[in-house]
């Protein structure tokens, strides 16, 4: 054996094999890749180059960095802390002269503001009175506005120098950098953020686990019924999938709300009074209740896949050898189906932690997910602030992705 | 016979019917009883009815009307699992998601046996098909004769007293199921049990069987043991079914002392034993095995009557050579020779007498 393989092996004229094989299958390799490669540049414009995009704002905004040189100067020549001296306020205002005179101040401010709210404004306003500034410089900010003397607007002027900043990271964590640089929760009723991202994954997490339960038997059904009848009840499972998401969710309006279908109806036999009508929308309830019908085929098709190729010999098989049918079901039929509710469950929980339009109609206050607080950012421009959230909501789900190959393996998906 | 083995069966169908659409009958008017310790084979085509009639015996299929008993004991509202009946599937059936000592340790589990005894039982079963080396591995990663062993371990580890087989060897290749049906055969003798064999395949019927049960369109056209069967065709549907087998149609001319003469559609007369004939007149086909047929006059007895064949192809087949005859109209006569020394072989075109002993040629019901 070891003297077989101490020569590698060539051809009959002599080349190394590897090579020869390599030379053979290159034409095939060069023409699988052109085939591929529309669909590849594609994907590169589309998806990779965005999602790039947006992960950069995320850490990076030059807003600041770039329009006020000289303010940056001063914060390279003094450590944090040091109270703003005659030459900062100099610096300061030879930099808001530019900024009125390049328009950038907007730019800049936007960039402080991230750090400290409501800096914008006090940084536009003094840009548009910079033909004011005049020595005493600090006198003469202070006359613009007196919040110069604050020295919370000096720390955020100081973190907005670096282009690079992880403070919009910080702030999706519910925290921000106190006066002497150090980093410190928010205030109580300042913290957002992670209240949303753990309500998000709550609430995903049981319109996964509710998409399960109702899913099971249908698929379960589907593939045991007879071709005809199954085909037919698919087509029921997929309608929704042909009718417009908006219609959808309207239906349950109709169905849900105070005067809707469903309250009419209690109301009618008396099951609760006309004042105690249930709340079923415009609250969590009702984000959960429409994104379980929305999401439902996502889960009833893998599992169908999976559950179609099962042979119904496993079961005979297992009965016969003695166990009951809650045994066999346990043992033999729900091993089996594990390709298939791990690829479903991942499927709708991806889904529904970025789902945005169902929470927004129906979700009421306390429906809101965290893509509609990164909607909110994206309306208001506050585009690094989207993007950090974003990132962050990527990072949650990469993780679960992770995590469920640890337990299960990925290779055990099955997708259809 | 009947009413006698009713007594000591351990298997009995009662008058069972059976409808899926409550059209048509799949089984009709099932009798039969399986003695303790019998290979009884269920043989027939597709549709017959013979794996409808193991699925009601298995409890996955509910009989229509009638009744089957189990040592005695009725058993059409006793659910699957508590029949106590070890089945082979015909893909065999292991669980995927289980090795192969879980696959084993499955039944044992459901009924509560300590880890100990299962182990034991389960090394056993293993040695029993002599597999065991692979208590570890998963079904995947077994060949197919490998999984149809283990499936049989599987079948026979809880100590079932009735094994069912539904084509358990199918999907096997021609050597490796020849192999396996001996061993089958072989486990069935040293472990005493009872087996129910369904299977299309006839030579795997005549080989492992104690009796087999010949179905077709629902009913059981012949019960018999293997030798019965293919040299005593009770009708032309098992003569047909059961090995190879030359038809002549024809008339019943004479019957006298136990033989029949029959006069075929094209004005020959040759020998034949009635069976489901009885006056002259009637209408019969005659079947006749190719390798009873001979051509040397020397070889057939003196009042036999010979009729003339040509030589249409001569086939050499190893151990024997085949040779397509065009008798009394018919160019599909196939007559078997053994290959042995000083064999005379004969050549196409060729014009020769053939004959038979009145018993191989049986009169049968005409199609």
């Known amino acids: ?402 995590l469920y190959d640890r337990l299960i393996g990925i290779d055990n998906l099955k997708l259809g | 016979m009947a009413e006698k083995s009713q007594n000591d069966a351990f298997v009995v169908f009662d008058h069972v019917q059976k409808s899926y659409d409550g059209v048509s009958l799949v089984v009709k008017d099932l009798n039969l009883s399986i003695a303790k310790g019998e290979f009884l084979t269920m043989l027939g085509p597709s549709g017959s009815g013979k794996t409808t009639c193991l699925m009601m015996l298995a409890g996955f299929e509910t009989a229509t009307n009638g009744e089957i008993l189990l040592d005695g004991r009725p058993i059409n509202q006793v659910p699957p699992h508590k029949r106590g009946i070890g089945m082979v599937f015909q893909n065999y059936a292991l669980f995927p998601h289980m090795t192969v000592g879980e696959n084993l340790s499955f039944p044992l589990e459901v009924r509560g046996m300590g880890k100990s005894e299962r182990e034991a039982k389960i090394m056993r079963a293993l040695d029993m098909v002599q597999m065991g080396k692979f208590a570890n591995r998963r079904p995947a990663q077994l060949s197919g004769g490998q999984q149809q062993r283990i499936a049989l371990a599987r079948a026979l580890v809880f100590d079932p007293k009735l094994v069912l087989m539904d084509e358990p060897l199918g999907a096997l290749d021609k050597q490796l199921r020849e192999h396996m049906q001996f061993e089958i055969k072989h486990l069935h003798e040293s472990l005493g049990i009872t087996v129910v064999y369904v299977t299309h395949d006839q030579g795997e019927a005549l080989t492992m069987s104690d009796r087999i049960a010949v179905f077709n369109d629902g009913r059981i056209q012949q019960l018999a043991p293997p030798s019965d069967l293919y040299e005593r065709p009770d009708n032309s549907f098992v003569a047909q079914f059961i090995g190879e087998n030359n038809r002549l149609e024809g008339t019943v001319e004479e019957i006298k002392g136990g033989r029949a003469l029959v006069r075929l559609n094209t004005g020959e007369l040759i020998d034949a034993t009635p069976v489901n004939v009885s006056s002259t007149g009637q209408k019969t086909l005659v079947s006749i095995r190719p390798e009873r047929v001979e051509f040397k006059p020397d070889l057939l007895p003196p009042d036999a009557h010979m009729i003339e064949a040509e030589v249409i192809e001569v086939i050499y087949m190893g151990d024997l050579f085949r040779t397509v005859l065009k008798v009394a109209g018919h160019d599909d006569f196939v007559i078997k020779s053994r290959n042995t020394l000083g064999q005379r072989v004969l050549t196409p075109g060729e014009k020769i007498q053939i004959g038979w002993a009145p018993a191989d040629a049986r009169a049968l019901d005409p199609i």
């Open chain 1, 1 to 402: 054996m070891a003297d077989v393989t101490a020569a590698p092996l060539t051809t009959a004229d002599g080349r190394p094999l590897k090579a020869a094989l390599a030379e053979a299958q290159s034409r095939a390799r060069r023409r699988a890749f052109l085939l591929v490669a529309p669909l590849l540049a594609f994907v590169v414009l589309t998806f990779i180059i965005p999602i790039g995009q947006m992960l950069d704002r995320s850490f990076h905004h030059d807003g600041f960095s770039a329009n006020a040189p000289a303010t940056l100067e001063w914060f390279d020549a003094n450590p944090a802390g040091t109270a703003p001296d005659e030459a900062a306020f100099a610096a300061l205002a030879a930099d808001m002269k530019a900024m009125k005179e390049n328009k950038t101040a907007g730019e800049a401010g936007t960039r402080v503001n991230y750090t400290l709210p409501e800096t914008r404004s006090l940084i536009t306003k003094t840009a548009r009175n910079a033909d004011d500034l005049a020595p005493p410089f600090k006198e003469a900010f202070l006359a613009i506005d007196d919040r110069w003397d604050d020295a919370a607007v000096w720390q955020a002027m100081r973190s907005s120098a670096s282009a690079y900043t992880a403070d919009f990271y910080l702030s999706a964590l519910d925290m921000e950098r106190a006066e002497d640089g150090s980093i410190r929760r928010v205030e109580e009723n300042g913290r957002i953020y992670i209240y949303l991202f753990v309500k998000t994954f709550v609430v995903s997490a049981v319109i996964t686990v509710t998409c399960l339960l109702l899913a099971f038997p249908v698929a379960h059904l589907l593939a045991t019924l007879p071709m005809a009848k199954a085909n037919l009840l698919m087509i029921l499972v997929l309608l929704p999938f042909w009718t417009s998401l908006l219609v959808r969710t309207t239906s349950w309006i109709v169905l849900l709300q105070g005067e809707g279908v469903i309250n009419e109806f209690l109301v009618a036999l008396g099951v609760i009074s006309a004042d105690g009508r249930l709340k079923m929308i415009y609250n969590q309830t009702g984000t959960i209740i429409v994104m379980t019908h929305v999401l439902l085929p996502f889960m009833i098709l893998p599992l169908y896949s999976v559950m179609r190729v099962i042979p119904p010999s496993y079961a005979r098989a297992a009965r016969s050898l003695g166990a009951t049918s809650w045994t066999t079901f346990r043992r033999i039929y729900l091993p089996q189906t594990l390709p298939g509710i791990g690829a479903g469950s991942l499927l709708v929980f991806i889904l529904a932690v970025g789902y945005f339009i169902t929470p927004a109609l129906v979700g009421g206050a306390d429906g809101q997910l965290i893509s509609n607080l990164i909607d909110f950012h994206m309306k208001n421009s506050n585009w690094s602030m989207a993007a950090a959230l974003s990132a962050m909501l990527l990072a949650g789900v990469l993780v679960l992705y992770w």
